[in-house]
């Protein structure tokens, strides 16, 4: 029996008859996703939580208090130079690279997987190839995923020089005219695909990466039964 999620017939057509992923398809995959993969880095913290990090955190309290005679740090130069130089740190550097590293794998192996997309691209009906109608590679997937967190990225960098400089939104773009281009460019390049014929924004542009509209025959990402399409 076919299942919406994990078996769909889909049949092979030549590029003149694809139909391409709408902005909206995008985005209803994409909080599937997003949905998906906080789950997993939730998960991941709550395991680490419940073993290293509260006798890390625990011994790092400890050891400030018997510095500083409190328990709170706060921005001082000492604080700062006594978290930095403290084994909490890199610890602190290796979950936030783990973390993003969930996210980064989760995107690049279901995109390249038999599948050629995401769970949430799965769901919305969405495969992702080459300029070649491809499956792409598991390396691609990767530049791709850090290529589309550069708007993320530049938002959390403005709401941190914003608080750091105590100025609000406003004023970091009116009196720093580079932010404001920087961030104009990264939203025009995010939101291309609407005026694209194959609904692909700049990025997916750089890594020769479309999205058509269907799904594989293939029951799970890591078994082939057939090829893509569209």
Request: glycine content about 4%; some cysteine; charged content about 15%.
């Amino acid at each position: 029996t076919n299942n919406f999620l994990f078996n769909f017939n889909v049949k092979q057509e030549n590029n003149e008859n694809v139909n391409y992923a709408t902005p909206s398809r995008r985005m209803l995959s994409g909080a599937i996703d997003c949905t998906i993969v906080l789950f997993l880095r939730a998960g991941f913290l709550q395991i680490l939580n419940n073993t290293y990090t509260i006798i890390f955190f625990n011994n790092f309290i400890d050891e400030f208090e018997k510095n500083f005679g409190t328990r709170t740090p706060k921005g001082t130069v000492e604080h700062v130079e006594f978290i930095m130089n403290h084994p909490i740190f890199i610890y602190a550097l290796i979950i936030i690279f783990i973390t993003i590293f969930i996210g980064t794998i989760y995107h690049a192996y279901f995109n390249s997987s038999h599948w050629q997309a995401t769970i949430g691209k799965r769901v919305a009906g969405i495969v992702v190839v080459n300029n070649n109608s491809e499956k792409i590679s598991f390396a691609t997937g990767i530049y791709h995923y850090f290529l589309t967190l550069m708007p993320i990225i530049f938002i959390i960098f403005i709401f941190i020089y914003a608080q750091k400089n105590k100025l609000d939104i406003y004023q970091v773009f009116s009196k720093n005219y580079s932010f404001a281009i920087v961030g104009l460019l990264l939203l025009v390049a995010s939101h291309a695909n609407s005026f694209s014929k194959k609904r692909i924004n700049l990025f997916d542009y750089l890594m020769k990466i479309e999205f058509h509209l269907g799904r594989t025959e293939n029951k799970l990402p890591w078994t082939k039964i057939g090829n893509k399409n569209s």
